[in-house]
């Protein structure tokens, strides 16, 4: 044995002798379960090398390597790009829902809202769940939901609103969006004491608020005291005027029903 070299395909071999030009070696094996070394039999090699062969990649190890590390870079830039959009958007929401309106405008946007409160002025307030509002009603469009639309007015104030067609065509009404039954309830609580309050302190259209009272009283909650005194005072003003009216009515009436009989007799 002379000394250690290597295959062209990597095998380790033992060099026993020069043959002319070739070498007569032996391969170095190894245990498949343990780091003990054996040789193989004898063979003649046309050609043996100091060390294992590697193959000449490396130009295009290198393109690839610097390939690799520009698209590291790109994804990095994606990432950070990502991330600020992610705090931006987060701030925008924080910002946005500081707006009565706006407060589950996320939700809104993802269409996981649960509840509507409906200020119906005609009809009184309700509260009902969103698919039931949303869903049409045998209305003459295909669309399975109604258009609800995000108005702006010139005072900064923003108004969900609910169009009774799936196209935007017909009515709306006014709605606000809620996750939770009882936040519904206490914002048309406090919306029902905020109209009934104003109409009190401006003594106008005392009548207007009835549907607002008759919610909260059939909901447990007390009716503001002084639009109860303001509409007292305005149903005996329209029961005076009323009797009055009566009263004339039944004065014509009678002065009618003597002349007949006069005419009669």
């Known amino acids: 044995m002379i000394n250690e070299k290597y295959l062209e395909n990597g095998q380790k071999v033992n060099v026993i002798e020069i043959v002319g030009s070739r070498w007569l070696v032996e391969p170095v094996m190894y245990c498949e379960h343990s780091e003990d070394e054996f040789l193989g039999s004898e063979f003649i090699a046309e050609k043996v090398y100091d060390s294992a062969p590697i193959g000449r990649y490396s130009d295009k190890v290198e393109s690839l390597n610097s390939?690799?590390?520009?698209?590291?870079?790109?994804?990095?830039?994606?990432n950070?790009?990502?991330?600020?959009?992610?705090?931006?958007?987060?701030?925008?929401?924080?910002?946005?829902?500081?707006?009565?309106?706006?407060?589950?405008?996320?939700?809104?946007?993802?269409?996981?809202?649960?509840?509507?409160?409906?200020?119906?002025?005609?009809?009184?307030?309700?509260?009902?769940?969103?698919?039931?509002?949303i869903d049409s009603d045998g209305d003459r469009h295909d669309s399975d939901q109604k258009l609800l639309t995000l108005f702006g007015r010139t005072g900064g104030n923003l108004q969900w609103r609910l169009n009774r067609y799936?196209?935007?065509?017909?009515s709306s009404s006014g709605v606000m969006p809620f996750m939770e039954m009882d936040e519904a309830v206490e914002y048309t609580r406090l919306e029902c004491v905020k109209y009934l309050e104003e109409i009190a302190e401006r003594r106008w259209k005392p009548w207007a608020g009835v549907r607002k009272a008759e919610w909260l009283a059939n909901n447990g909650f007390q009716v503001p005291a002084n639009y109860t005194e303001v509409y007292s005072e305005y149903k005996s003003e329209e029961d005076a005027k009323r009797r009055v009216k009566i009263s004339e009515g039944m004065e014509v009436f009678s002065?009618?029903?003597k002349e007949i009989e006069l005419r009669g007799n």
């Open 80 to 133: 950070c790009e990502i991330k600020e959009s992610a705090l931006e958007l987060k701030n925008l929401y924080s910002d946005l829902q500081k707006i009565p309106a706006l407060k589950y405008i996320k939700s809104v946007i993802d269409g996981d809202f649960k509840y509507f409160v409906n200020m119906d002025d005609y009809n009184g307030p309700s509260i009902k769940d969103s698919m039931t509002l």
């Open 166 to 170: 799936s196209d935007g065509s017909g």
């Open 255 to 257: 002065k009618e029903l």
């Open 67 to 78: 390939e690799i590390d520009q698209k590291r870079d790109e994804l990095l830039a994606i």
